[in-house]
């Protein structure tokens, strides 16, 4: 694969990862229904304010996604840019870099059901998306390693 085909497997992933979190944005409201006093919405928003836990957990929820997606993303796309150079491993990285998109989206929403219904619901699902995202880390690390190895010193397959 070459040019914007190479892009499509990290593409899709990023959008699974993003879709995940704007369908926490689309839940909220209806957890503010069940939170608030009549589900009256305040301006500024301020969630940690009131007196309803399950409230606050969702807004921590959803920052935690945000700002793990968010780290995420690049690292998406790094693995899918240097993993395809790899022998054997390199054939599959579309595949992989797919699963590993769609996985984080898996457990991104699988965060924010279990963290709005108890802080240690929240536990497994981070472990799941961590893991995903050590993958992607490593993978993309030994994956530039290799390449730098390749190029720059003269060792080749």
């Known amino acids: 694969m070459g040019g914007e085909e190479a892009l499509i497997a990290p593409s899709v ?19 503010r229904k069940q ?7 305040t301006y500024p928003y ?7 836990e399950m409230l606050y957990r969702a807004h921590r929820a959803q920052e935690n996604m945000k700002e793990w997606s968010f780290m995420g993303i690049p690292l998406l796309f790094m693995f899918s840019t240097f993993a ?5 491993v390199g054939e599959y990285e579309p595949i992989v870099t797919l699963v590993c998109g769609l996985a984080i989206a898996h ?14 619901g929240r536990i497994p699902p981070f472990k799941g ?7 992607l880390l490593f993978g993309a690390v ?13 060792w080749s397959k």
Request: charged share 25%; glycine share 8%; aromatic share 14%.
């Open 46 to 52: 301020t969630p940690w304010e009131h007196k309803s």
């Open 107 to 120: 457990y991104n929403r699988k965060y924010f059901e279990g963290y709005v219904e108890s802080a240690d």
């Open 84 to 88: 395809k150079r790899l022998p054997v």
């Open 35 to 41: 939170c608030l006093p009549e589900g009256k919405f």
């Open 13 to 31: 992933g990023t959008i699974a990862i993003i879709g995940s979190i704007l369908e926490t944005f689309m839940k909220n409201p209806k957890i």
């Open 129 to 135: 998306r961590t893991n995903v995202l050590k993958f």
């Open 142 to 154: 030994g994956s530039i390693t290799y390449i730098l190895a390749e190029n720059v010193f003269g």
